[in-house]
Nanobody, 126 residues
Framework: QVQLHESGGGLVQAGGSLKLSCVAS????????MGWFRQVPGKDREFVAS????????YYSHAVKGRFTISRDDATNTGYLQMDALKPEDTAVYFC???????????????????WGQGTQVTVSS
């Protein structure tokens, strides 16, 4: 069973950058996509970005488009989220996730992502 492990969160000042990593372990990563979601207490998990694992097509929420960049490294089964120009409203726990299927067309909704990491805290101070 594939597991996902995030790292790279932390505390940063507004305008700064962080790069999150998500490593897939425990088997061959054969999902069609990897996504990043974030959540703050009392709110639903929010879509941030996703990538088609084979083709490399990328998808972003309006809130982060132009500031965040999602990428992947096939050789190491690792996904990345480069976050630039961070704002206090980006503060959240960030999760990486993947659908447990090899093909599909859903990239934005958490309900289609079956495998989740434990989350990493990102805090942006003003």
């Amino acid at each position: 069973q594939v597991q996902l492990h995030e790292s790279g969160g932390g505390l940063v000042q507004a305008g700064g950058s962080l790069k999150l990593s998500c490593v897939a372990s425990g088997g061959t990563f054969s999902s069609y996509a990897m996504g990043w979601f974030r959540q703050v207490p009392g709110k639903d998990r929010e879509f941030v970005a996703s990538i088609n694992w084979r083709a490399g097509n990328t998808y972003y929420s309006h809130a982060v488009k132009g500031r965040f960049t999602i990428s992947r490294d096939d050789a190491t089964n690792t996904g990345y989220l480069q976050m630039d120009a961070l704002k206090p409203e980006d503060t959240a726990v960030y999760f990486c996730a993947a659908p447990d299927r090899t093909s599909g067309s859903y990239y934005y909704s958490a309900r289609y992502f079956d495998i989740w990491g434990q989350g990493t805290q990102v805090t942006v101070s003003s």
